[in-house]
């Protein structure tokens, strides 16, 4: 029997694969399309056909990256690549005006993009994996995350680490409803991944195959 922490690392490949797949049917790559992944890891590239241009760009602790960077100050020229895709990062921008910004390299230095963020009004906060926990006061947040997430349960993270993305999840990540995203990137189309009828994920997207 599958244990629930199996399940939700399955849930979340299932939709990874989806996501990409959705990716990929709306831009037509090639060896030659140049993408800047901001934040991201080499994992969701190995989902699709073909292997287009990767630029990995994350800052120096998070990882496997190209380029050392933030995503509010990209060290790049004006449409130098062909896709900018990111994907589950703008969250993590606790201020709105860091993500103004994010949301304004990312126009900048695309001639299309695709930015993906989990949506505020699904009832279960995606990185603690506890329900309604994003939708309370920040103080609230960290005293209930600080007893019990479903995130601790399944992971059993060390002291250190569990800490650190208790108080994180809790104090800094900012999650956005389709109003707010679509005020971000205000060209794009507004594309919604749905569990159960509800709406998970929201997809920004400009400059894909009609």
Known sequence: MRQPRDLLYATIRRFRRDRMATFQRLFPLTSKTRILDVGGTSLNWGLIAGRP????????????????????????????????????V????????????????????????WVQTPDYRFPIEPHLVTPFLHWLPKGVRLAIARR?????????????????????????????????LQALFPEAQIIRERFLGLSKSLIAVAGARK
């Open 148 to 180: 019990f997430t479903f995130w601790s349960l399944l992971e059993r993270p060390s002291p250190d680490r569990w800490e650190y993305y208790i108080r994180h999840c809790a104090e800094e990540v900012r999650l956005l409803d389709a109003r707010q």
């Open 90 to 113: 703008i969250e993590h921008i606790s201020l709105p005006s860091d993500q103004q910004r994010f949301a304004d390299e990312v126009r900048r230095t695309g001639r299309a993009y």
């Open 53 to 88: 241009d990767v630029t990995l760009l994350n800052l120096p602790t998070d990882g496997v990256a190209n380029v050392v960077g933030d995503g509010r100050y990209l060290p790049f020229r004006d449409r130098s690549f062909d896709i900018v895709f990111s994907n589950s």
